[in-house]
């Protein structure tokens, strides 16, 4: 038993366990001789046991297609085999077979999945072995599409049409795209990335394998539910920062909406996008701007002072609705102009109020200005909205009207410069994440302010190269910091007293008060949760 038990620190994956753990393991493990020549497992068979290599020596062979076997390894003590098909529900990927006599410690898959509940850095270790072991293979149908950046960079972009997903390839990214055939092992994918590359990158191509998988690009050896649950399990930290990000963007989607889109477009939307259409809005927008501002004096019927008129808001909350609406169709539209799908269109909730969506992702199969032309469509759409409205004031002299259409055109515009912010993914985010050509902005670059930030600042021209990191993430951070104290000052001034109508004075002050803490809190465990590298990337709009 002793000398099992330190064998076992000698050995990988279990030399990070602990004396009790270790003891424990070594109890059941279950001794082997095997004859030189002898199969241990064979390609093909389900699985019971995995097995550490004692003393000998074992050789990993394949047959592929009814071809003669090929040798992908030879295995010296210490090694562990045989636990791909305890951990997926795959069979036996291989075949393995001792070149001399061998002696082996069986470990059965209960005992196996124990111990890797009760030892983080044995799940993880296990769980890594087994990417390093697997052959993935791309996902039938995938379409791609190749062209250069501005700064003459090659990308492919992946297109799966059944989901309506797409991911972006690198160059070196593209080459490991073409060999994920089912054949090749991440052993081989490095050393042909090595050969291509002149690169020793292994940490690069499992994070690139590891992304299109969790995209579903790639098949692979899928881990057991009961291995996941282990292998995977959260901490706290995480949980907390998965249900903040849960609460504070959460979407309600409708599709395919496409072929309705498609319909209202080619039966006159069309005639928008033409030149004189064009034209038209342009006029209509600057026209109305300089209506709004000349006749500004309308601000004084605004429903927050005292003067206002309650039913102001019966206008005002439609029309908002309709504001809404043109904004996303704007959008929608623009997408169809360029000859791309609409997958979807939402409503939802993101940080600080609520939103509605389309999903024009299909856009990252055009160019950069497309893009930015469907980014910017929105608010223009609003422009042209509140054009409307500000003209629409001076033609009538019905004082209620008058300022209900002034104050739809000044919240119109309103809603521009908010959409136009970079600093949250609305419109203005992808306007500059595309002018840029930085794919993930805000993510990558909170990500790189939370785990690198202090290492480059002790690092010696540390700095160098990451000035957007810097100044964008520092940017998003200042204005969530900013909005959350906003948050508290509008729950104070308005939520308080919408409140006091219907409850105790008392009541009102402490609920208002714990509803902005609870936005504030979940605010602030979504920006750890990001600083830490927890996010997701956005769709588009």
Same mark, same amino acid.
């Given at each position: 038993?002793?000398?099992?038990?330190?064998?076992?620190?000698?050995?990988?994956?279990?030399?990070?366990?602990?004396?009790?753990?270790?003891?424990?393991?070594? %109890?059941?493990?279950?001794?082997?001789?095997?004859? %030189?020549?002898?199969? =241990?497992?064979?390609?093909?068979?389900?699985?019971?046991?995995?097995?550490?290599?004692?003393?000998? +020596? !074992?050789?990993?062979? /394949?047959?592929?297609?009814?071809?003669?076997?090929?040798?992908?390894?030879?295995?010296?003590?210490?090694?562990?085999?045989?636990?791909?098909?305890?951990?997926? +529900?795959?069979?036996?990927? %291989?075949? *393995?077979?001792?070149?001399?006599?061998?002696?082996?410690?069986?470990?059965?898959?209960?005992?196996?999945?124990?111990?890797?509940?009760?030892?983080?850095?044995?799940?993880?270790?296990?769980?890594?072995?087994?990417?390093?072991?697997?052959?993935?293979?791309?996902?039938?149908?995938?379409?791609?599409?190749t062209r250069h950046t501005s700064d003459s960079e090659t990308?492919?972009?992946?297109?799966?049409?059944?989901?309506?997903?797409?991911?972006?390839?690198?160059?070196?990214?593209?080459?490991? &795209?073409?060999?994920?055939?089912?054949?090749?092992?991440?052993?081989?994918?490095?050393?042909?990335?090595?050969?291509?590359?002149?690169?020793?990158?292994?940490?690069?191509?499992?994070?690139?394998?590891?992304?299109?998988?969790?995209?579903?690009?790639?098949?692979?050896?899928?881990?057991?539910?009961?291995?996941?649950?282990?292998?995977?399990?959260?901490? $706290?930290?995480?949980?907390?920062?998965?249900?903040?990000?849960?609460?504070?963007? $959460?979407?309600?989607?409708?599709?395919? !909406?496409?072929? !309705?889109?498609?319909?209202?477009?080619?039966?006159?939307?069309?005639?928008?996008?033409?030149?004189?259409?064009?034209?038209?809005?342009?006029?209509?927008?600057?026209?109305?701007?300089? +209506?709004?501002? &000349?006749?500004?004096?309308?601000?004084?019927?605004?429903?927050?002072?005292?003067?206002?008129?309650?039913?102001?808001?019966?206008?005002?909350?439609?029309?908002?609705?309709?504001?809404?609406? !043109?904004?996303?169709?704007?959008?929608?539209?623009?997408?169809?102009?360029?000859?791309?799908?609409?997958?979807? @269109?939402?409503?939802? $909730?993101?940080?600080?109020?609520?939103?509605?969506? *389309?999903?024009?992702?299909? @856009?990252?199969?055009?160019?950069? $200005?497309?893009?930015?032309?469907?980014?910017?469509?929105?608010?223009?759409?609003?422009?042209?909205?509140?054009?409307?409205?500000?003209?629409?004031?001076?033609?009538?002299?019905?004082?209620?009207?008058?300022?209900?259409?002034?104050?739809?055109?000044? @919240?119109?515009?309103?809603?521009?410069?908010?959409?136009?912010?970079?600093?949250?993914?609305?419109?203005?985010?992808?306007?500059? #994440?595309?002018?840029?050509?930085?794919?993930?902005?805000?993510?990558?670059?909170?990500?790189?302010?939370?785990?690198?930030?202090?290492?480059?600042?002790?690092?010696?021209?540390?700095?160098?190269?990451?000035?957007?990191?810097?100044?964008?993430? #520092?940017?998003?951070?200042?204005?969530?910091?900013? #909005?959350?104290?906003?948050?508290?000052?509008?729950?104070?001034?308005?939520?308080?007293? &919408?409140?006091?109508?219907?409850?105790p004075g008392p009541i009102a002050v402490y609920l208002t008060?714990?509803? +902005? #803490?609870?936005?504030?809190?979940?605010?602030?465990?979504? /920006? =750890?949760?990001?600083?830490?590298?927890?996010?997701?990337?956005?769709?588009?709009?």
């Amino acid at each position: 038993m002793g000398y099992t038990r330190k064998f076992l620190k000698q050995a990988s994956p279990f030399a990070r366990l602990d004396a009790k753990r270790a003891g424990w393991l070594a %109890a059941r493990l279950k001794p082997l001789t095997v004859p %030189a020549g002898a199969d =241990i497992v064979r390609q093909g068979e389900p699985g019971d046991a995995c097995y550490l290599l004692r003393t000998g +020596a !074992v050789e990993v062979v /394949v047959a592929e297609n009814g071809e003669q076997e090929r040798r992908l390894a030879t295995l010296a003590p210490g090694a562990l085999f045989g636990e791909a098909a305890l951990l997926t +529900a795959a069979p036996r990927n %291989a075949t *393995v077979r001792a070149r001399e006599n061998c002696e082996l410690l069986a470990l059965y898959r209960t005992d196996l999945l124990a111990v890797m509940g009760a030892d983080r850095h044995v799940a993880a270790r296990l769980t890594e072995m087994l990417s390093f072991r697997d052959r993935p293979r791309g996902i039938p149908g995938v379409l791609a599409q190749t062209r250069h950046t501005s700064d003459s960079e090659t990308v492919t972009l992946l297109k799966d049409p059944h989901r309506g997903i797409y991911f972006r390839l690198s160059a070196s990214g593209w080459f490991l &795209w073409e060999r994920l055939d089912g054949h090749h092992t991440l052993r081989d994918l490095i050393l042909e990335y090595l050969q291509a590359f002149k690169s020793f990158s292994p940490q690069v191509i499992a994070e690139e394998i590891g992304s299109l998988a969790a995209a579903g690009f790639i098949e692979t050896g899928a881990l057991r539910e009961d291995v996941s649950e282990i292998a995977f399990r959260p901490s $706290w930290g995480q949980r907390a920062a998965g249900w903040a990000r849960h609460l504070l963007e $959460w979407r309600w989607e409708i599709r395919p !909406v496409d072929h !309705v889109i498609t319909r209202l477009y080619q039966r006159g939307v069309y005639l928008v996008f033409t030149r004189a259409g064009q034209i038209v809005m342009g006029l209509v927008a600057l026209s109305g701007l300089m +209506a709004f501002c &000349w006749d500004s004096a309308r601000a004084k019927y605004s429903i927050f002072g005292s003067g206002g008129d309650s039913a102001l808001l019966w206008f005002l909350v439609p029309a908002l609705l309709l504001a809404i609406g !043109v904004h996303e169709a704007g959008h929608a539209f623009t997408t169809k102009a360029y000859g791309y799908e609409v997958h979807s @269109l939402g409503l939802g $909730w993101y940080w600080f109020g609520p939103i509605a969506y *389309v999903d024009t992702s299909d @856009l990252w199969l055009a160019g950069r $200005w497309p893009r930015i032309a469907v980014s910017l469509a929105g608010p223009f759409a609003n422009l042209v909205l509140a054009g409307i409205a500000g003209l629409a004031g001076l033609c009538t002299d019905k004082p209620v009207l008058d300022a209900a259409l002034w104050q739809f055109a000044f @919240l119109s515009y309103l809603t521009v410069l908010v959409n136009l912010n970079p600093l949250l993914e609305y419109d203005g985010y992808y306007v500059l #994440m595309d002018l840029l050509e930085r794919p993930n902005l805000r993510s990558n670059c909170l990500r790189w302010l939370g785990t690198q930030f202090v290492l480059a600042l002790r690092t010696p021209g540390g700095l160098k190269g990451h000035g957007v990191e810097l100044l964008y993430g #520092m940017g998003s951070l200042l204005y969530v910091s900013l #909005m959350a104290g906003l948050t508290l000052i509008f729950y104070r001034l308005f939520l308080q007293d &919408w409140l006091g109508r219907f409850l105790p004075g008392p009541i009102a002050v402490y609920l208002t008060w714990f509803l +902005a #803490m609870i936005v504030v809190i979940l605010s602030t465990v979504g /920006v =750890i949760g990001e600083l830490r590298g927890m996010s997701q990337a956005p769709s588009r709009h």
